[in-house]
């Protein structure tokens, strides 16, 4: 299971700046459990943003957003909304969001931060990573985490030594960043790329002490 706690309101509404018209997705799975997605992650985001004076062109609940096919399949019906919408706001793990990102040509912005709780994260059908960084930035990145696609972790831009496409530490692997600047390109976000992230606090992957003393840091951590 991959912990999540969602982002400050703040934080996800500077991310959709002027953007009027949202699509409302969540994880009925990990994320509902977490009390950050499911139904009520749904409607108090939908509340949150309405407030904000943004319309919701829909919503949708997929039970494991991590799962691509599941994902497919259950958004095919929901095209015309989406459609409708400038971008899709996903309340769910950094896997969700880039789950999503892979299927649907579409400005994706998380909602949620994933949080290391220090044990078995569990396992997932897809080729998509996460580190639980605690401060995700799929939505400066397209939707590709560049903790886990770039060796390095960089997060403002490349190194500058990948060749033919090829990551300069592992010549097998495709370059990070080559991949969101093309995804990039393709949602007509490359502005995304003039902005710069502070560095990484580290501290944010850990869990809080609040969160240590709940049942879910004994689950992760005890089994
Ligand atoms: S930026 Fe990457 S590592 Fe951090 S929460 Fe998002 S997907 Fe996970
Ligand atoms: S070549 Fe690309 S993936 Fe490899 S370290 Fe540099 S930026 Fe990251």
């Not at 039970?63 to 769910?92: G, H, P, W, Y």
């Not at 190194?159 to 990551?167: H, N, T």
């Not at 530490?169 to 902005?195: A, P, Q």
């Amino acid at each position: 299971m991959l912990f999540t706690q969602n982002k400050p309101i703040e934080e996800v509404l500077e991310s959709l700046g002027t953007e009027k018209n949202i699509f409302l997705l969540a994880c009925n799975g990990c994320a509902e459990a977490c009390g950050t997605g499911g139904e009520k992650g749904l409607s108090e985001m939908g509340a949150e943003l309405e407030k904000a004076g943004k319309k919701i062109t829909g919503t949708c609940l997929v039970d494991f957003l991590c799962n691509k096919v599941l994902v497919t399949t259950r958004l095919s019906r929901e095209m015309d909304k989406i459609q409708q919408a400038n971008s899709i706001v996903v309340l769910t793990c950094g896997i969700g969001v880039q789950a999503v990102s892979a299927v649907v040509d579409k400005v994706v912005h998380p909602a949620d931060n994933t949080v290391s709780l220090g044990g078995l994260a569990g396992l997932w059908p897809s080729d998509e990573r996460c580190q639980a960084c605690g401060d995700c930035a799929l939505d400066y990145t397209g939707g590709i985490c560049p903790v886990t696609s770039c060796t390095k972790g960089l997060l403002n831009g490349p190194c500058g030594g990948a060749a033919d496409g090829k990551c300069e530490i592992d010549s097998e692997k495709d370059c990070g960043w080559i991949k969101i600047y093309e995804r990039l390109e393709k949602v007509g976000r490359l502005e995304n790329l003039k902005k710069i992230r502070t560095p990484r606090d580290h501290s944010k992957m850990l869990p809080s002490e609040q969160l240590r003393k709940t049942s879910f840091y004994d689950i992760e951590t005890k089994t």
